[in-house]
């Protein structure tokens, strides 16, 4: 499998130095039947700039540790992994990951996601080279396991434009596809920093608020492709999740939101727009529940109704 993807040597031959300016950051777990095809999308970049890729496997069980430790041979000037001892749910990184980053910036990929076009990073990173803003996205082709469905997911137009942070908190879903995240290393920290005080899951969502203070970059190019429903991800966890388990997740929400908005006071009035959402969100799925039966089922209705009549018109 490692033998289709192009050698070391290949990749190398583009570049004009080996001063790294990109580390790509594979978050993955469990993804044995995804991450070759994350990496090649990596692998086949034709970029004239040096860059790294730093993989983070959250303790893998599935066989993906052994494919990641042939990439590491194949590549052991590009591929750097760091292996967790334990599984962290994706709430915490240690140390030991984020000071191996190098360069201007970092483009993310989650290991069951993957690159489409061999040219992002020179398209993203020579835009960013000439942007006053932070972060850069693109669309992607969403492909949904459960029914070979395929869609596209984060489509605002065709023309090159910087949208506002404002965007972000008025959606009731994710703005921008993981794999199509490219943005400057000092926000990536600053992200990192603030992970540390979240409780637990997705965080998206919070590095897309921290990133886009000056405004997001979108480029219209489809250059990725992202999986609804795989094994291991959090779309799949979300559509199997019990009654108890939505309420938890709403719960967590409300804390991480009100976290953001201690942190970065002058998002409050965005925050409390995004709770709103949230909790309109999990009222619906609680409405979808097999479960949920009698009078509660007019009853989460009746409340999403009156939250989003209270929230009122979203204006961008």
């Known amino acids: 499998m490692i033998s289709n993807l192009p050698s070391q040597t290949a990749v190398k031959s583009y570049w004009l130095n080996e001063n790294v300016k990109v580390t790509c950051v594979v978050m993955c777990y469990n993804h044995k039947d995804y991450i070759f095809e994350c990496i090649k999308g990596i692998m086949t970049q034709k970029t004239d700039f040096a860059f790294k890729v730093l993989i983070y496997d959250d303790f893998s069980n599935d066989g993906t540790r052994e494919i990641l430790k042939a990439l590491e041979e194949s590549y052991p000037d590009i591929v750097d992994v760091y292996y967790a001892d334990f599984n962290h749910y994706g709430v915490a990184l240690k140390d030991e990951h984020i000071s191996k980053l190098e360069g201007d910036y970092v483009a993310l990929c989650e290991g069951d996601d993957y690159w489409l076009d061999s040219f992002k990073l020179k398209k993203q990173y020579e835009e960013m080279q000439n942007s006053q803003v932070h972060f850069c996205v693109h669309p992607a082709i969403i492909f949904f396991q459960e029914n070979n469905y395929e869609d596209l997911f984060c489509y605002y137009g065709n023309a090159k434009k910087i949208l506002p942070q404002k965007l972000i908190f008025g959606l009731k879903n994710q703005f921008s596809p993981t794999a199509s995240y490219f943005l400057r290393v000092e926000m990536y920290l600053e992200y990192i920093r603030f992970k540390g005080n979240l409780d637990g899951g997705p965080g998206d969502f919070f590095l897309e608020a921290i990133a886009s203070e000056s405004g997001v970059l979108y480029l219209p190019d489809v250059m990725s492709a992202y999986r609804r429903g795989g094994q291991g991800s959090y779309s799949s966890s979300q559509a199997t999740s019990s009654d108890s388990e ?57 409340k999403a109704s009156k939250l989003l009549k209270e929230l009122g018109p979203l204006l961008f």
Do not use: A, T
């Open 246 to 302: 939505i309420k938890d997740e709403l719960s967590r929400w409300s804390k991480n939101l009100e976290c953001l908005s201690s942190f970065y006071p002058h998002l409050q009035g965005l925050v409390s727009e995004k709770k709103i959402l949230v909790e309109v969100d999990c009222l619906v799925r609680l409405r979808k529940r097999d479960d949920v039966v009698g009078s509660n089922d007019n009853e989460y209705i009746i």
